[in-house]
T-cell receptor
Framework: DAGVTQSPTHLIKTRGQHVTLRCSPISGHKSVSWYQQVLGQGPQFIFQYYEKEERGRGNFPDRFSARQFPNYSSELNVNALLLGDSALYLC?????????????FGSGTRLTVV | GESVGLHLPTLSVQEGDNSIINCAYSNSASDYFIWYKQESGKGPQFIIDIRSNMDKRQGQRVTVLLNKTVKHLSLQIAATQPGDSAVYFCAENEETSYDKVIFGPGTSLSVIP
C-alpha cells in the first residue's frame, strides 16, 4: 500500500516567490496535517484539515495557506517567500480527528529559498 | 506556552547496549505522549505511545516510561542496533479539537559498532 506521498521532493525558490506543495494521504485517511521542520529542530504544526475544512492552525503568518480537495489530497501554499521559510515541509495523514495515534508522515518536501 | 523538550541533543551508545533517551514536558494537561524516530531524508516514524493514565508501556525492544509527578518521559531501547541510529523526538498531543502534535527538539542517537 502506498504511504503518504508528497511532491515535489526538493524545490528551490527565490525570495518573494510563491510555492505550492502537494500531499496525497493514505487511502481512506480523511485528515491531513502540515508541519514545518527547520534543520536541527522538531516539526512545528502549521495546519490540520479534515473533510475539506480547516480544523486547526499553528502560529504561522497569513502567507501560509492550505486546502483539502474532495479526494482528501491537500496543498500547502506559501506566498512572498522569505529565507526563513527554508525547511522540510511534512504532511501527515490519519483516518479521522482524534486519530493522532494513527498519524503517518510522508518523507517531506525540502524547500530552499535563496 | 507549552512545549516539549529533550535534555540531550546527542547520545552515543555501543551496539548491544541499552539506550535511554529522556524528555521533559511542561503541559500537565497533555493526555498522550508519542516517541518518533526520524532517519535522514525521511519523515518521523511512530515508535510507541503512552496515555497519561499509564506509567509504562512496552513494545518490541522499546519501553516508554512516564513520570507525571516530574513531567518526565523516557524511551528505552534494548540491545541497540546500528539501524537504531536516528533522531528521536518525544511529542505530546494537546487536548484541543484538532490533532496538533507538539514536538521537542530531538536527540540524535549514534550507535557505535
Amino acid at each position: 500500500d502506498a504511504g503518504v506521498t508528497q511532491s515535489p521532493t526538493h524545490l528551490i525558490k527565490t525570495r518573494g516567490q510563491h510555492v505550492t506543495l502537494r500531499c496525497s494521504p493514505i487511502s481512506g485517511h480523511k485528515s491531513v496535517s502540515w508541519y514545518q521542520q527547520v534543520l536541527g529542530q522538531g516539526p512545528q504544526f502549521i495546519f490540520q484539515y479534515y473533510e475539506k475544512e480547516e480544523r486547526g492552525r499553528g502560529n504561522f503568518p497569513d502567507r501560509f495557506s492550505a486546502r483539502q480537495f474532495p479526494n482528501y489530497s491537500s496543498e500547502l501554499n506559501v506566498n512572498a517567500l522569505l529565507l526563513g521559510d527554508s525547511a522540510l515541509y511534512l504532511c501527515a495523514s490519519s483516518l479521522s480527528l482524534g486519530g493522532w495515534y494513527g498519524y503517518t508522515f510522508g518523507s517531506g518536501t525540502r524547500l530552499t529559498v535563496v | 506556552g507549552e512545549s516539549v523538550g529533550l535534555h540531550l541533543p546527542t547520545l552515543s551508545v555501543q551496539e548491544g547496549d541499552n539506550s535511554i533517551i529522556n524528555c521533559a514536558y511542561s503541559n500537565s494537561a497533555s493526555d498522550y505522549f508519542i516517541w518518533y524516530k526520524q532517519e535522514s531524508g525521511k519523515g518521523p516514524q511512530f515508535i510507541i505511545d503512552i496515555r497519561s493514565n499509564m506509567d509504562k508501556r512496552q513494545g518490541q525492544r522499546v519501553t516508554v516510561l512516564l513520570n507525571k509527578t516530574v513531567k518526565h518521559l523516557s524511551l528505552q531501547i534494548a540491545a541497540t542496533q546500528p539501524g537504531d541510529s536516528a533522531v528521536y523526538f518525544c511529542a505530546e498531543n494537546e487536548e484541543t479539537s484538532y490533532d496538533k502534535v507538539i514536538f521537542g527538539p530531538g536527540t540524535s542517537l549514534s550507535v557505535i559498532p
